[in-house]
């Protein structure tokens, strides 16, 4: 139904995915940022094919050329967050191994970082909360896009736990728990803070309960 | 804007309330279980009270003789919830004080027993998910109502943390880190376990990480 073997792997190098003309890439871009800001403003319901092709400045054929319907480029979003959340996780990586050669100690500030990196673009004011919401609420009420959409979560779920797995071996550190499990509370916990600020209506997400958590799912190795 | 005064005292004796005779709690109750049925099925914003006020076998002028709106009959839903929540985690308290006297020491059941209570009546088949699912929503999108809601959620919350740490004392147990938070931790991996199955269409909660951090957070004393 969706085009879920392609969103399962991740990939990060375009040359495995059928060619794409950068022209027909930059049109799926700017459908999906229209997509994005015209759900979290009116919601996944409400948002009609037309005013989603019109935020970008394109027909609502040139939309049904890129994506089969709504609900495809919703998957195609969430994709795509997905691959910048790994992305950023990877950078974040790359940075620490600096701090891994400069003190070869727990570094509460390291722990920060990843944390920082696991929960990035997933801010209360970036509407991401709002609009996953309103995925979740279509998905629970049309059983066969939450099993795609499951499907996806989970494998990037798994590549967190790799990422981050191989990041605290680097620091001497180690998970508590599995890795997959770590992961799952993680994420879980900020999404509670995160529904927490977005409800209240705060800025920022409470970081109190997220680092009570950091610090008893990681030890020294 | 909302009687938050009355849901955030979660008094369980009746006396405390302005006197409501019983005719009239009967009628409010039938409009409350109505409105979680037509909620669940059609969402929040699809939700008529003139649907809710039929599905429950009473007029409109009989829905705002009870509730100011659809957003005050949500919130008195919610409370209600709460109550009852609250309620289920003091029978447990009760029935594990026997377990107490019979065997002091660390008990795998007793725990999962405070678990069960903490998570009841949210199991993704009731539609509770998705009806909160729904209220995030228009608590994200109108802030008056999300500030009245997280009153009360924490609220909810510190009773919770109060009744866990007692229950737990009595076991000769302590929670690893403050009490709050802990309870933040526990309802928000609970949640996130509600919400994958929910999306994936799955009828129970898979318990390995709500499991996992119980072990995290729960210690001899």
Request: charged share 25%.
């Amino acid at each position: 139904m969706y085009p879920i073997q392609r969103c399962i792997g991740y990939s990060h190098d375009v040359t495995d995915l059928p060619a794409i003309s950068p022209r027909r890439e930059r049109t799926r871009e700017r459908l999906l940022d229209a997509a994005a800001e015209v759900f979290a403003r009116v919601g996944f319901g409400a948002a009609s094919v037309e005013a989603i092709a019109d935020a970008a400045g394109f027909t609502r054929g040139a939309f049904y050329s890129n994506f089969e319907s709504k609900e495809a480029l919703f998957l195609a979003l969430i994709e795509r967050q997905g691959r910048r959340h790994v992305a950023a996780l990877e950078a974040a990586v790359a940075r620490l191994d600096a701090d891994v050669v400069r003190a070869r100690h727990l570094n509460s500030d390291a722990i920060r970082s990843v944390l920082a990196a696991v929960t990035q673009g997933k801010v209360p004011e970036s509407g991401w909360y709002l609009m996953n919401s309103e995925f979740e609420l279509l998905a629970m009420r049309a059983p066969g896009i939450g099993a795609a959409w499951m499907a996806q979560q989970r494998a990037m779920r798994a590549e967190l736990s790799g990422v981050l797995d191989r990041l605290l071996g680097g620091l001497g550190l180690r998970f508590t728990t599995d890795p997959a499990i770590a992961v799952e509370l993680l994420l879980g916990a900020w999404a509670a803070s995160a529904r927490d600020a977005s409800v209240a209506g705060e800025p920022e997400v409470a970081p109190e309960a997220l680092e009570a958590l950091v610090d008893l799912l990681i030890t020294e190795a």
